[in-house]
T-cell receptor
Framework: QKEVEQNSGPLSVPEGAIASLNCTYS??????FFWYRQYSGKSPELIMF????GDKEDGRFTAQLNKASQYVSLLIRDSQPSDSATYLC???????????FGKGTKLSVKP | NAGVTQTPKFRILKIGQSMTLQCTQD?????MYWYRQDPGMGLKLIYY???????DKGEVPNGYNVSRSTTEDFPLRLELAAPSQTSVYFC??????????FGSGTRLTVV
């Protein structure tokens, strides 16, 4: 069974700090990795995706991928209270490209 | 573009009743999905479709049925509703090589 593991949190960081969210996956053949943000009572929204080993930056967000360690992370720089949400890691697997989601990490940014 | 549209947003069903959750996308995506999300349990795949006329079971298909007569529409049918089907249901679609776009969700309570 392909699995995606995340620490459920809550992860609490002060405003302006760097928030680091981590994810591991079991399927070594996975090629595509996604981070979604979900506010309470809302649907998930895509914030980052990464395919290659290394870092990918988009504004305050940086996704990091290490396929050898089967590890994906999301860094949020200069965290804001509006970043408080649950962050879902998703891995694209299988022949049909379905996403397998972790259970999410709840982030709380304190003013 | 409206993206992915789900109806209804909320519904209360009695045990044994049936209903259809509607999902429509206007992005001409071939791939469509139904997930359910329970508190602390992440997103579980119910059914998916890779194109009109083609559907397949996901991780938790029991008690549900789907059809895909057009590219745009992917309704989810609940027959003989049970309390275990109380959940938030998300429809999603994706284009080739892209991440998912989610609908706003349907919050279903079975009493």
């Amino acid at each position: 069974q392909k699995e995606v593991e995340q620490n459920s949190g809550p992860l609490s960081v002060p405003e302006g700090a760097i928030a680091s969210l981590n994810c591991t996956y079991s399927d070594r053949g996975s090629q595509s990795f996604f981070w979604y943000r979900q506010y309470s009572g809302k649907s998930p929204e895509l914030i980052m995706f990464i395919y290659s080993n290394g870092d990918k930056e988009d504004g305050r967000f940086t996704a990091q991928l290490n396929k050898a360690s089967q590890y994906v992370s999301l860094l949020i720089r200069d965290s804001q209270p509006s970043d408080s949400a649950t962050y879902l890691c998703a891995v694209m697997g299988g022949s049909q490209g379905n996403l397998i989601f972790g259970k999410g990490t709840k982030l709380s940014v304190k003013p | 573009n409206a993206g992915v549209t789900q109806t209804p947003k909320f519904r209360i069903l009695k045990i044994g009743q049936s209903m259809t959750l509607q999902c429509t996308q206007d992005m001409n995506h071939n791939y469509m999905y139904w997930y359910r999300q329970d508190p602390g349990m992440g997103l579980k795949l119910i059914y998916y479709s890779v194109g009109a006329g083609i559907t397949d079971k996901g991780e938790v298909p029991n008690g549900y049925n789907v059809s895909r007569s057009t590219t745009e529409d992917f309704p989810l049918r609940l027959e003989l509703a049970a309390p275990s089907q109380t959940s938030v249901y998300f429809c999603a679609s994706r284009g080739q090589g892209q991440g998912y776009t989610f609908g706003s969700g349907t919050r279903l309570t079975v009493v």
